[in-house]
């Protein structure tokens, strides 16, 4: 029996910060499931990369020179649909969160994100599992409207809390007695929601 070979996953970079572009595609070359299509250093060329080679995934800075994530977002978005949008930012505050998911990502991380654990965000982007980062998970929380005002259920804040003590999709599923599938697709809904 032969085993069907998955395809690669396609993923395009964009960050105006050279040494950023650079350090993103030396450790992204060793995962031998992704490949890296594609760079740009502004928002312009995120969407000419997006346009050209319709990536699975495009991984986009908070802020870019040219124009503004949302407007970048909802460009790469037009021009290809099936493209997951993950924002890769240094800006720890939540307060662009709600614009870009509304724009059409489908997550927010930090930077300073572990090298393996930006490999797995861009693998579960594919599948479409949203994912956020564990400060910005707490950022949400610390926020003076409480967080029930978004219309998050019980459920959802306790995940939205797990993820911001920094347990992993597969330990807050164990802690919580749900499948892991559950517990992603519990993020989604945060994300939605905020």
Same mark, same amino acid.
């Given at each position: ?7 690669p ?37 995120a ?11 495009l %991984? /986009? +800075?908070?802020?870019? $020179?040219?124009? &503004?994530?949302?407007? #970048?977002? @909802? ?8 493209t ?46 949203a ?8 950022? %949400? /929380? +610390?926020?003076?409207? $409480?967080?029930? &005002?978004?219309?998050? #259920?019980? @459920? ?31 993020v ?7």
């Amino acid at each position: 029996m032969t085993q069907d070979k998955i395809e690669p996953i396609r993923l395009v970079i964009a960050d105006d910060h050279d040494v950023v572009r650079k350090g993103l595609h030396a450790f992204i070359d060793l995962a031998s499931d992704i490949d890296l299509v594609a760079s740009g250093s502004n928002g312009a060329e995120a969407v000419s990369a997006v346009r050209q080679h319709a990536p699975d995934v495009l %991984l /986009l +800075d908070l802020f870019m $020179p040219d124009q &503004d994530a949302e407007t #970048t977002i @909802r460009q790469a978005k037009s021009v290809s649909p099936r493209t997951h949008i993950v924002i890769l930012t240094s800006h720890e505050g939540s307060e662009h969160l709600s614009n870009v998911i509304r724009a059409g990502a489908l997550s927010y991380i930090l930077k300073d994100t572990a090298p393996e654990a930006l490999l797995d965000v861009v693998r579960s982007a594919r599948k479409g599992e949203a994912m956020i980062t564990p400060r910005i998970a707490k950022s %949400l /929380l +610390d926020q003076p409207k $409480p967080i029930r &005002d978004d219309g998050l #259920t019980e @459920r959802e804040i306790e995940v939205l809390k797990a993820i911001a003590s920094g347990l992993s999709n597969k330990q807050i599923a164990e802690d919580l007695g749900i499948t892991e599938r559950t517990d992603k697709s519990h993020v989604s809904n945060i994300l939605a929601k905020l």
